[in-house]
Nanobody, 126 residues
Framework: QEQLVETGGGSVQAGGSLRLSCSRSTNTYTAYYVAWFRQAPGKEREGVAGIDSAGTTNYTDSVKGRFTISQDSAKMTLYLQMNSLKPEDTGMYYC????????????????????WGQGTQVTVSS
């Protein structure tokens, strides 16, 4: 059973930066897809960025050029470096893992993920 724990959220002013981390409890899956999602108040959860076990990445258009997803396989940790933050980036950020490497084609679809973290709050003030 995989457990995911997110840390690194907080409150920042617009233009600031945050780095989120997501720690995995096991390294059972050597072929997988992991992603960051976020949910703003009153809105549906949306995919922010994803990366597969080979390092191929995907980003939603609104964060391209500002956010970077990366992973340290040895530490079993997923990261999301967020720069030039905007108030519209505010929300609860979740990491998710799919046991299916092919999930990359559908990376922003919640249903392809098998495990989810509890989330970490990011608040960006103007």
């Amino acid at each position: 059973q995989e457990q995911l724990v997110e840390t690194g959220g907080g409150s920042v002013q617009a233009g600031g930066s945050l780095r989120l981390s997501c720690s995995r409890s096991t390294n059972t899956y050597t072929a997988y897809y992991v992603a960051w999602f976020r949910q703003a108040p009153g809105k549906e959860r949306e995919g922010v960025a994803g990366i597969d076990s080979a390092g191929t990445t995907n980003y939603t258009d609104s964060v391209k050029g500002r956010f970077t997803i990366s992973q340290d396989s040895a530490k079993m940790t997923l990261y999301l470096q967020m720069n030039s933050l905007k108030p519209e980036d505010t929300g609860m950020y979740y990491c998710a893992l799919s046991r299916w490497l092919g999930a990359g084609r559908y990376w922003s679809t919640e249903g392809v993920y098998h495990y989810w973290g509890q989330g970490t709050q990011v608040t960006v003030s103007s």
